[in-house]
């Protein structure tokens, strides 16, 4: 038995052990939550009717707005934002990855232009190395005058440097290819000569412009990806709206609570009671006291709110509504864009085309005209001057349809990445 003096120094120790958790559900914007409760109270109160005391309890909570929220709330919001932003992102990577691989083979074929070029150069100079070995033979036997030799000489000295432009000119396209294809200047390809493989070939391809159109306005990455942030713009536009609504939700709630622990028997009431004996306990009493729902609470309510006046939701709404018709006007004169694009890159497939077939006819001429002059030269109804003029033609002539050619393949490649990719 013990007693206890008014005025005495009461100590108290509390031990609180809680958890949770919250979920928000998928559908209609509620948020379900879950807390359970528990401490363990131990004084020198004797006073008090449970020493050490139990107490613990849980509440389960539903809240689910009917109005404001309930299509669409913050979280469902992001979430969708989020989710139309990677896909943008995806989106851009492929256009990036596309529009790597056709400068890839631009710069491929630029190489093989090059190097074409350099063998026409070479082949020009042999002519011109010919031409100045006939006419020191020729000079020699007295049927053509010094000068001709000096002329020929200085021709060739001239087609010496075109050679030596032409190798300056595949270096830097082999290096501009290499910058594309390399890892860094430790790759073992950067130190290596690049020898393409596959030569540019001529084949007439039909357009079909307007299926190009349809495709290009479908696939294009630089337009879905503008679809994506018309999107982005609806849905925040739908949020905002949402916000407007006026704000009415129903809250259900759920409990019980539990009491265990050393229950304190006494005589008589208040300060002059006395403990005359204990009843054994523990939290197994508070658990069992939980769980049978002894003490259960419930409460269901209904929350309303409407705001008096203008408000800053509709004003972020009218600004989110701008947002969305600016980035559909802007989607709208992308496609008009897109469609410009793929008909001008389908018009210069068909130029390309007419310039290469123009320009092998021309090759062909020069050839012709080239083979009659050095057949006149030959018999003395020429002159050095006419060969070595229609040595340079064909030159000239070879280097134009190589580059027709070239030009008309990466016609192709244009044609063919701006109907699908930016």
């Known amino acids: 038995m013990c007693s206890s003096d008014l005025g005495s120094v009461v100590d108290n120790t509390v031990s609180t052990y809680n958890t949770g958790i919250s979920q928000a559900l998928e559908w209609g914007g509620g948020n379900v939550n879950f807390q359970f409760n528990n401490n363990k109270q131990v004084t020198s109160n004797n006073l008090v009717n449970y020493n050490p005391a139990f107490n613990n309890n849980f509440q389960l909570t539903l809240t689910q707005p009917l109005l404001r929220g309930f299509r669409i709330d913050n979280n469902r919001q992001q979430l969708r934002v989020t ?140 337009l879905q990806a503008a679809r994506k942030t018309v999107d982005s713009n609806d849905i925040t536009l739908r949020y905002m709206q949402n916000l407007t609504l006026p704000q009415l939700d129903l809250q259900a709630t759920y409990g019980a609570t539990g009491l265990g622990g050393t229950q304190f028997r006494r005589t008589g009431t208040g300060v002059t009671s006395q403990i005359i004996g204990t009843v054994p306990g523990g939290y197994a009493d508070a658990w069992r006291t939980l769980t049978g729902r002894d003490y259960p609470t419930w409460n269901v309510a209904l929350t309303f709110a409407y705001p008096i006046g203008q408000s800053a939701q509709e004003a972020q709404a009218a600004r989110a509504r701008v947002q969305r018709n600016q980035s559909t006007a802007q989607l709208r004169a992308l496609e008009l864009q897109v469609a410009t694009e793929v008909a001008s890159a389908a018009l210069q497939v068909q130029s390309g085309l007419t310039r290469y077939q123009a320009a092998s006819a021309a090759r062909e001429l020069a050839l012709k005209r080239l083979d009659a002059e050095q057949s006149r030269f030959d018999v003395g109804l020429s002159t050095n001057f006419l060969v070595v003029q229609a040595q340079r033609d064909l030159a000239t002539a070879q280097n134009t349809e190589l580059r027709a050619l070239l030009d008309y393949r990466k016609a192709l490649v244009d044609f063919e990445i701006g109907r699908a990719h930016v």
């Open 83 to 222: 989710a139309l932003n990677r896909d943008a992102s995806e989106i851009q990577l492929r256009g990036t990855i596309a529009t790597t691989l056709a400068n890839v083979r631009n710069a491929y074929w630029e190489l093989v232009y090059a190097i074409q070029s350099l063998e026409v150069a070479r082949g020009s100079l042999e002519l011109a190395s010919k031409l100045v070995q006939d006419n020191q033979a020729r000079v020699e036997v007295g049927t053509l005058a010094p000068l001709d030799v000096v002329q020929a000489q200085a021709e060739e000295a001239t087609r010496r440097q075109a050679v030596a432009q032409a190798e300056a000119q595949w270096r830097t396209s082999e290096l501009s290819l290499k910058r594309l294809v390399v890892s860094g200047t430790d790759d073992p390809l950067w130190d290596a000569e690049i020898n393409p493989v596959d030569r540019p070939t001529f084949l007439s391809e039909a357009l079909n412009v307007e299926g190009a159109v349809r495709k290009a306005l479908d696939d294009r990455t630089d």
